[in-house]
Every structure is written in C-alpha cells, then in structure tokens.
C-alpha cells in the first residue's frame, strides 16, 4: 500500500505543472546563499527533468548561477581536479560522495573553496553531516526528497536544526505504532500527507520528532527534527557505515551478503591508522587507485556512461 502512495504522488509531482512548482520552490530556497553568476558544483546526474539533478540545474538557472555537472567520468580523482579546478564554492551533492571529496581533498593536500554544501535526501547520520561541516569549513543545507525523484518535501536553514516542511504540498504528523497522533516534540512514525489529494497518506518509514513552533529565521512551517530512518535496511550496513566511514583513513567501502557471510571491501589511503575491521568471509583492503576508482554508490551511472560511449 505504501509503495502505490508513493507512485501517485510521484506520478503527480513529475507533471510540467508540478515540476515547475518544485523548482520555484528550490530556487527560492537557493536565493538565500547563491550569489548571482556563480558556478555551482552538481554531483547529481541529469537524468531528465523529473530526476533530482535535472529540477537542480533549472532552480540554479533561475538563480542566474552556472550549474556544473559532475561526470560523466565519474572517478574520484574527477570530483577533486574539477572542484579544486573551477574555484567551487557551492557544491550540491549526495553525503557520501561529499565525505569522500573532503577525504581526498585532506589526503592530497588539496585546497577547496566550499563555503555552502547542499546535502540531498535525507535522513544522513549527524557525524556524516557534522564531519563534512568541519572537514570543509562550510555551512550545511538539506533538502528533504522523498525518494530519488520529484518529490521535495522540505528544506533547512542556517538559523536552527531541523527540517522546514514545504507546507504548500505536505502536511505532516508524528504517530505511534497505533497509529495515534502524538504531541509535539514526542518521536514517532513521520507521516506525510499530500494535500493535493488528501487521500494519499505516506509512511516515510522514518522516525521523527515535530515542532509547530515558528523558528528565528522567519518560517512558520512545521520543523521535523532528529530523523532517522527505520525501514527495512540491512542494520549491518548502518553500522559499519559509520566505523569505516567516521576515519578519514577510509574513502569508500562496500559490503555484500553471501552464503559463505560478509564479502567487505574498503578503499583507504595507505599509511594512514584503521579501525579494528569485523571478522569475515571475504576481505579485500586495498589503497585508493586514482586510476579507476569511483564511488561504489555512483557504479551503476558510470556502467550507463561507458555504455553511451561505446555506442558513439
């Protein structure tokens, strides 16, 4: 049931009409640290005008800055020539492939100019947020997309923690396992329901915490505070997430199930100390190859781009 919500409201949100309403809604949003014709630094793919990277690039044209997409060479060593190459003072891309960029800009000796960092989805682990923060020097901004599409629910500030609700599209209530309503600021399920079509109610299967309150910054909409996620996801892969990923020691790593147990493989920067590494079936540490190397969560769009090369 909560799968055929999400495919009505995101059937909805990816219509001319709604698209262009997001993207008002993102560049205004944008208006508050972009300055006029800067380049932007886009570490999402453009894969239509309904993906994620695709409403950035409008909302940052409507800002009258310069979108600069990352890839199609996708390869770590990329991400770093091209943000220390073109001065990128914002950059707009998803936690992970920040963290790294910060990771190798520190294991280069590389200087980055990032003063603003849009982090997108949501939720991320507050040391992932916090790390890039202090790594880079920068302020944070989060905007909350439902799901990997058109859906914008939210948005941060720079005065006070949590995420502003898009009010204009969602409302939003905290509920028990019973489904009761409960009280501000009492954590529970987050719920969203879409007021274009009341009758679609979505369990983001995330756990929150709410505020009616009005925050410093001006905004009256509801505040969603301390989300985490608590869906179906592998813990397992939560939890080494943040062993391996907290030492800057470690760019990347990935873990697999197999019948024989864990398959892991972690990417590091040789010389450097590493955390007391779990027992397992299959074990591959091995230094950070500039050569060939890309975020294992960016694999999937490079197999995409070497594909369209070839058949050039």
Not at 171 to 193: A, F, N, Y
Not at 240 to 250: K, M, T, Y
Not at 269 to 294: H, M, S, T
């Amino acid at each position: 049931m909560n799968a055929a919500v999400y495919e009505k409201i995101h059937t909805l949100e990816s219509t001319p009409e709604a698209l262009e309403e997001t993207v008002r809604y993102i560049a205004g949003k944008l208006r508050v640290f972009l300055h006029a014709s800067e380049q932007v630094l886009i570490c999402y793919p453009n894969s239509g005008p309904a993906s994620f990277g695709g409403m950035l690039e409008r909302a940052v044209l409507a800002c009258d800055c310069t979108p600069v997409f990352w890839g199609p060479d996708y390869r770590w060593k990329t991400l770093l020539r091209q943000a220390f190459s073109m001065h990128a003072i914002t950059i707009f891309g998803p936690p992970l492939v920040v963290l790294g960029l910060m990771k190798m800009a520190k294991a280069t000796a590389t200087p980055l100019y990032a003063h603003n960092v849009l982090l997108g989805g949501y939720p991320y682990a507050s040391w992932m947020v916090e790390g890039i923060k202090k790594g880079l020097d920068c302020r944070i901004w989060g905007c909350y997309s439902v799901g990997p599409g058109p859906i914008v629910a939210g948005f941060t500030c720079s005065r006070e923690a949590g995420i502003h609700l898009r009010d204009d599209l969602f409302e939003v209530s905290i509920r028990d396992d019973d489904g009761k309503l409960l009280p501000d600021p009492q954590r529970g399920h987050l719920i969203l329901t879409y007021k274009k079509d009341p009758t679609l109610v979505y369990d983001t299967e995330e756990s929150a915490k709410l505020l009616h309150q009005p925050c410093s910054c001006g905004n009256d909409a509801p505040r969603i505070l301390d989300t985490l996620y608590v869906g179906e996801d592998d813990p397992t892969k939560k939890i080494l997430e943040e062993r391996f990923l907290a030492w800057s020691s470690i760019l990347d790593y990935k873990v697999e199930k197999t019948e024989s147990g864990i398959a892991l493989e972690l990417v590091v920067f040789p010389g450097e100390a590493l955390p007391q590494i779990p027992n397992c079936a299959k074990l591959d540490v091995r230094p950070w190859d500039p050569e060939r190397d890309i975020p294992f969560c960016m694999e999937g769009l490079q197999k995409l781009a070497e594909k369209d090369w070839q058949n050039c």
